[in-house]
C-alpha cells in the first residue's frame, strides 16, 4: 500500500489489479484518490458487515471493530481529498 502513496500509477489498471485479488484497503485507496468517495464507503460497509457476519458465526473470533474502525478512519481523514473531516 506505501507504493500505492508513493508512486503515481494508473488508477483503472491498479483498482482492477485490485479487484482481481481482493485487495480492499488499497481499492479504497484508488478510488478514494478518484474521487469516487461513494466507493469507497461501499467497500468500507462491505468489510463491517463481513466483519459482523464472522462474529454472528464464531463469537469468540476475537474481531477487534474498534482497531479496525480507526484504522479505517484514519485512512480516510490522512487522504487530501477529505480535508473536512
Known amino acids: 500500500m506505501d507504493n500505492l502513496k508513493i508512486r ?8 482492477e489489479i485490485c ?13 478514494l484518490r478518484s474521487g ?8 468500507y460497509l462491505a468489510i463491517f ?4 457476519k464472522k462474529i454472528k458465526e464464531n463469537p469468540d473470533a476475537g474481531i477487534n471493530f ?3 474502525f480507526q484504522i479505517n478512519v484514519n485512512f480516510i481523514r490522512s487522504n487530501r481529498f477529505n480535508e473536512d473531516i
Open 8 to 15: 503515481d500509477y494508473p488508477l483503472d489498471t491498479s483498482i
Open 19 to 31: 479487484k482481481l485479488y481482493d485487495l480492499k484497503e488499497p481499492q479504497a485507496f484508488l478510488y
Open 36 to 43: 469516487a468517495v461513494e466507493k469507497v464507503l461501499e467497500i
Open 49 to 52: 458487515c463481513n466483519n459482523l
Open 66 to 68: 474498534n482497531d479496525d
